[in-house]
């Protein structure tokens, strides 16, 4: 414990071994992308973030057309949690130099890249861990009252449960210490969600 020798020049070289540095001058999780990632991390927050937008899309319209004010409360909840992490995935993909629209390189060409961590999610498009079909879209959409309710939660049960497998993969072949902190993140708080809400269908009868 006695570094006396090496004095002030190794407290700057290493922030973390003193305790005066600034807690974001050491973090910097909230502004700073760290840099360091795979191509784990970037198809993670490339379809994290699709998916995020179709967990928006369907939450917007439970706004408008559910009927009971528990639904509409846990769609509010659930676009209020995502849009921030949409944003953060995007400076993600921003600061790495990497499409923030997948497009031809996840709907086309998801095999080699993952060390065989992508299994079965190589068929990117509506089939994507949970993504609801254009027909269950326009389904959702046309649904009212006590159906759009009852809809609105099975789907939104499956696609939970898509980000949470996709999460797990992200747990397991990730690099980027961000990407892995927001993949323990949606575990957690969407498997919380996924339980609420087949209470909510529970009580629905």
């Given at each position: 414990?006695?570094?006396?020798?090496?004095?002030?020049?190794?407290?700057?070289?290493?922030?973390s071994?003193?305790?005066?540095?600034?807690?974001?001058?050491?973090?910097?999780?909230?502004?700073?992308?760290?840099?360091?990632?795979?191509?784990?991390?970037?198809?993670?927050?490339?379809?994290?973030?699709?998916?995020?937008?179709?967990?928006?899309?369907?939450?917007?319209?439970?706004?408008?057309?559910?009927?009971?004010?528990?639904?509409?409360?846990?769609?509010?909840?659930?676009?209020?949690?995502?849009?921030?992490?949409?944003?953060?995935?995007?400076?993600?993909?921003?600061?790495?130099?990497?499409?923030?629209?997948?497009?031809?390189?996840v709907?086309?060409?998801?095999?080699?890249?993952?060390?065989?961590?992508?299994?079965?999610?190589?068929?990117?498009?509506?089939?994507?861990?949970?993504?609801?079909?254009?027909?269950?879209?326009?389904?959702?959409?046309?649904?009212?009252?006590?159906?759009?309710?009852?809809?609105?939660?099975?789907?939104?049960?499956?696609?939970?449960?898509?980000?949470?497998?996709?999460?797990?993969?992200?747990?397991?072949?990730?690099?980027?210490?961000?990407?892995?902190?927001?993949?323990?993140?949606?575990?957690?708080?969407?498997?919380a969600?996924?339980?609420?809400?087949?209470?909510?269908?529970?009580?629905?009868?």
């Amino acid at each position: 414990m006695d570094h006396s020798a090496m004095g002030a020049s190794s407290a700057e070289a290493s922030p973390s071994s003193t305790a005066s540095t600034p807690a974001s001058a050491t973090t910097g999780s909230s502004t700073a992308v760290e840099a360091e990632h795979n191509d784990q991390d970037v198809m993670f927050a490339q379809m994290m973030l699709v998916h995020h937008q179709g967990a928006i899309e369907m939450a917007q319209m439970a706004t408008t057309q559910a009927s009971d004010q528990e639904v509409k409360t846990l769609a509010a909840a659930i676009e209020a949690t995502q849009q921030p992490e949409i944003e953060q995935m995007t400076s993600w993909l921003q600061t790495w130099g990497e499409p923030v629209e997948a497009g031809s390189s996840v709907s086309g060409d998801t095999s080699g890249d993952m060390s065989g961590g992508m299994d079965g999610m190589d068929g990117m498009d509506h089939s994507m861990a949970g993504m609801m079909s254009e027909e269950q879209m326009t389904q959702l959409h046309n649904a009212t009252g006590a159906d759009f309710d009852r809809m609105f939660l099975q789907l939104m049960i499956e696609h939970h449960a898509g980000a949470v497998r996709m999460a797990e993969i992200e747990q397991q072949y990730g690099l980027n210490t961000q990407a892995l902190e927001l993949a323990d993140s949606i575990v957690i708080s969407q498997n919380a969600e996924i339980d609420q809400m087949k209470q909510m269908l529970a009580a629905m009868g």
